[in-house]
Structure formats: C-alpha cells, structure tokens
T-cell receptor, first 113, second 113 residues
C-alpha cells in the first residue's frame, strides 16, 4: 500500500499563479523531504522538515509540516516555467537517522508561459 | 552535502543480458541506497547497501536479480541481471547526509529491448 499520498497528481498553471502540492501519511513522519525532478535528470533536494509546525522557505518555495507531522504542503508563489517538473515528497520510515526514504507518487507540474 | 556520480547515465540493453551500474560518492558514507523508478511511477527502494555486509533487500527484490557490491565506504554497484523489458527504469543511488538529508545520483536510464 502507498504510505505517502500526494495531491494533486498533476497540475497545470499559468505563469505567475500560486500553487500548492500536498503530501499526506497515515503515520507520523519523522523526517519529510521535498524533491524536484526534471525529465532526464536526477532528484534535486529542496527542503527537509522535521518538527511539527515547521516551515521553511527557499526563494519562492515554502514547505510546511503540520503539528501532527502527518501532512506537508509545498507552496510555490508566482510560478515560473523553471518550476515545471515532478515534485516528490519523501519521508524517513523510522526515527533512525540515515535511514532509507520512502516516496510519494509525485506531482507533475506544468507552468504555461 | 555529498556529490554522487553514477555511471552509465543511460544504456540500451538486449534482454537476457546484465548491466552493472556504478555509484561513486565524494565522501565516506555508511549507508547507500538503490532505488528504481519505473516509467510514470515514483521511486521504489530496492535495497540498502552497507560496507562489509550483505545488502538488505526490500520486499519484491532479490539478490539473484539485483546483486549489489559495496567494497568500500565511497563506492557501490548494482547489477540488473537477466534483463527483461520490465526492467526498463531509472535506477538511482542515494546516500544519507549527516543532517538526515538524502542525496541522489543523476540516475541511470535503462531501456531493455
């Protein structure tokens, strides 16, 4: 069964619009990661969240982890074509550091100029 | 951060043959992970490779099909054996950083014909 769910599955937005991608789990997330993947390229690490209620921002991307540590959102402000790609959330399966990461199914984002 | 080099970046192979993918890290790491991303799907963990011990395989993956070597703390290989078209995927190696971040190689895009 899928341990991480992502919504929406795909998204097409006009350049300049804001958007949000969600990642949810039925279990507590010990570490939540957001990655971006472009076609033919490896994963690009965006952000990591560990504490309930934590919020981090980098340029126009903001990620939040809810207090229960079961849901995270990735928000992009004033989207640009360069934001297009597949966004994956990943989570530590256990509390142990350096453990393997499980992934959500991904959200495909297209930004129309 | 860790810089990971994967080789080859892509290959087209005949069914029934085997391909060995190399993963080189620029620093010593305890645990290395191998993932598979089938077309249109998210990443799936194949196995965890620890130096000095046998790899630990996830459900659905076996050593005969995906033998892994981990001769030292900076290098690992994954072999895809007796390939079939269903093995066509992107294979990625990953390491865990000291701050619990996960770093990924650029991936190996394998097509089996």
């Amino acid at each position: 069964s899928q341990e991480l769910e992502q919504s929406p599955q795909s998204l097409i937005v006009q350049e300049g619009k804001n958007l949000t991608i969600n990642c949810t789990s039925s279990k507590t997330l010990y570490g939540l990661y957001w990655y971006k993947q472009k076609y033919g390229e490896g994963l690009i690490f965006l952000m990591m969240l560990q504490k309930g209620g934590e919020e981090k921002s980098h340029e126009k991307i903001t990620a939040k982890l809810d207090e229960k540590k079961q849901q995270s959102s990735l928000h992009i402000t004033a989207s640009q074509p360069s934001h297009a790609g597949i966004y994956l959330c990943g989570a530590d399966r256990t509390k142990t550091s350096y453990d393997k990461v499980i992934f959500g199914p991904g959200t495909s984002l297209s930004v129309i100029p | 951060s860790a810089v990971i080099s994967q080789k080859p970046s892509r290959d087209i192979c005949q069914r029934g043959t085997s391909l060995t993918i190399q993963c080189q890290v620029d620093s010593q790491v305890t645990m290395m992970f191998w993932y598979r991303q089938q077309p249109g799907q998210s990443l799936t963990l194949i196995a965890t490779a620890n130096q000095g011990s046998e790899a630990t395989y996830e459900s659905g993956f076996v050593i005969d099909k995906f033998p892994i070597s981990r001769p030292n703390l900076t290098f690992s290989t994954l072999t895809v054996s007796n390939m079939s078209p269903e093995d066509s995927s992107i294979y990625l190696c990953s390491v865990a950083g000291r701050s619990s971040e996960a770093f990924f190689g650029q991936g190996t895009r394998l097509t089996v014909v």
